[in-house]
Structures are given as structure tokens and as C-alpha cells.
């Protein structure tokens, strides 16, 4: 006999023993009324004449004795065993993996699941550290309005993205924006300095440290890269970047296949938080996705830069095929 609906099939196996014929019996019995005729407990348990707390136990037992299985049938199902592996192979504390969708590129299915993701656990009145790049600038017209939670919203770099990023997230959440208002580069290391001292940037830089949760996406060393196609980088950059192994970049500071962050002249010059900060700090979530991304999320992940990787089935199972080999 089996009993089967959209996200779940339960079979019933029928097994009796002459020595706990009646405690078998009763346990097929509730299980049948509960999974099969869709009784509830009290129900049950007036029927049978029995306590529900008896009714809970023969439930019990009929699972533990194999009476009763139980199968999700789901098109997440596979994603929420991938997002377990996860966090047991890189000793994450949390993970989402979206199912991959053909019908929308990679950062639209990630921007979707980083949206769901926050509305879950963001608290009112919490700090949000935003990052940016196409994949966060996404999350930020996926959130379901109106939304009263009064979440504030920190930017953690410079710049006219991040700026626009945090003011529409500060739209959807009705909490108060504090920015770095200068531009993710300065010309100059000293000018850089000097705008880092300013009273307004230097409060938002260390706001940023005190975030609830912050979120990033991460970026490789290509054409595509936010801060290149933002101008701040010429393809000359980006060859010397390659050669110094540079897999990928947070907030527009490039590091290498061990996470180890490079010694690169233009470091000195980004107005932003320093990577090395988000390793102290409390629940930094990095969404990407793709293959292209692979190698250089798992950089991010072996160099604890987050706590929580929120990504797509695909990119996943890359992941943890890489650590297999």
C-alpha cells in the first residue's frame, strides 16, 4: 500500500510476528489512519481508544520498526542533501543550493536564492553589510514588498554600485542607509588614505565590522569582472593579476587558489573593507555561481572569507567533486 502526494510518498509494509502480534497490529493501524486517511492524532486516538500520547509512540514505532517509510519526492530534495555536504566538507555553518534552471543564467538563480535566504533570517532592526556586483545588485529586486523590519543597510565599499545596491535594499526594508561615499578607487594611495580618515567613511568601515550578516558576491580575474567593466581596471591589470595566480576577488581585492590575499599595487588604492576583516566577522555570505567560478569559490572557501555559501546545484556538485579528487 503507498500513499503518495506532491513532495512525499510514505509506504506501508505490512509485517506480522506472532509474538507482538497486537502492539504490531495497532501500530499499522494509526499509521495507516495517519498517512493514509489523513487522521489526526486525536482522532486516531479516540478510535483505537487509546491516549494520543500512546498514538505518538505506536507512530514512532512504526517508523522505527520499518512499518512506515518515508520518501520526499521534491525537485529540491537533491539540493538540500548537496547543501549538508557543504557545510560538512568546508565546516560552513550554513548553505543554500538552488536548483539549476536552464531557462535563467547562474546569477539570476543565485541572486533569487540569496534573496530568499535573508528575508528568512534577517531580524528587525539588524545591520546588512552589502557587497557588489551583478549577482547582489540582482538579490535586491527579488525581495517580496512591502517588508517592515526596518532592516539598516551598511555598504562595505565604495562606489556608485554599492551606493545603488544599499538604496534600494533600504527602499525594501524602510531601515536607514549608511554609505562609503567615495569612489571604490582613488587615484592615489595618499589620497586613499586621506578619504579612509574622513569621520563619514572611516564610522561606515567599521559599521561594516559589526554587520548581522553581510553578503558578497565574488568575482574572477576577467573582462567580466564588475571592477574592470566598471573601468577601474585595464586588460594590462588584469594580466599582471593573472600572473600572480589571482583566482578570484571579494569586494575588488584579488587572492590567490589558497584564498591567500595578493600584493597588489592597486589594493592600496580601494576604498572598501579589507577582506582579512570578513574572517572575524559575524555570518558573511557569499553568493556565486557557475563553473567559471568553481576554483575560485573554493579558494574563498578554504580561506574561511564566509560563513555560509549560497549557490546552485551545478556549481555545488563542482565543488565538491574538486575536493574528492
Request: glycine share 6%.
Amino acid at each position: 500500500m503507498s500513499y503518495q502526494d506532491n513532495d512525499a510518498a510514505v509506504i506501508l509494509r505490512l509485517k506480522f510476528s506472532v509474538k507482538s502480534m497486537d502492539s504490531e497490529q495497532l501500530a499499522v493501524r494509526a499509521a495507516w489512519y495517519y498517512y493514509k486517511a489523513n487522521m489526526t492524532q486525536e482522532a486516531i486516538a479516540k478510535k483505537l481508544s487509546l491516549s494520543r500520547m500512546k498514538v505518538v509512540r505506536l507512530l514512532e514505532k512504526a517508523k522505527q520498526d520499518g512499518i512506515v517509510s518515508v520518501h520526499v519526492k521534491s525537485a529540491i530534495y537533491n539540493c538540500l542533501q548537496i547543501e549538508q555536504e557543504l557545510i560538512s566538507t568546508f565546516h560552513l555553518d550554513d548553505a543554500m543550493v538552488a536548483p539549476f534552471d536552464h531557462m535563467h543564467d547562474v546569477n539570476q538563480i543565485v541572486a533569487q536564492a540569496a534573496a530568499q535566504y535573508l528575508e528568512l533570517r534577517l531580524k528587525t532592526n539588524d545591520l546588512l553589510g552589502i557587497g557588489w556586483g551583478d549577482t547582489i545588485s540582482r538579490m535586491a529586486g527579488h525581495f517580496n514588498l512591502p517588508d517592515d523590519r526596518q532592516i539598516k543597510i551598511v555598504t562595505l565599499s565604495g562606489g556608485i554600485l554599492s551606493h545603488d545596491i544599499g538604496g534600494r535594499l533600504s527602499t525594501v526594508f524602510k531601515g536607514r542607509l549608511y554609505t562609503i561615499n567615495a569612489p571604490i578607487m582613488a587615484s592615489s594611495v595618499e589620497l586613499c588614505d586621506a578619504l579612509k580618515q574622513e569621520p563619514v567613511i572611516k564610522d561606515a568601515l567599521e559599521m561594516a565590522k559589526l554587520a548581522d550578516y553581510s553578503i558578497l558576491g565574488l568575482g574572477i580575474p576577467d573582462r567580466n569582472a564588475t571592477i574592470v567593466k566598471a573601468g577601474y581596471l585595464s586588460d594590462v591589470d588584469l594580466q599582471i593579476i593573472s600572473s600572480q595566480g589571482a583566482v578570484g576577488d571579494l569586494l575588488g581585492q584579488f587572492f590567490d587558489e589558497h584564498g591567500k590575499k595578493l600584493d597588489i599595487p592597486f589594493h592600496k588604492r580601494l576604498i572598501n573593507l579589507d577582506i582579512e576583516h570578513l574572517r572575524s566577522m559575524n555570518n558573511v555570505i557569499v553568493a556565486a555561481g557557475g563553473a567559471h567560478k568553481v576554483k575560485a569559490i573554493l579558494a574563498a572557501l578554504k580561506h574561511r572569507y564566509c560563513h555560509t555559501l549560497i549557490t546552485d546545484e551545478v556549481t555545488a556538485g563542482k565543488l565538491l567533486s574538486q575536493v574528492e579528487e
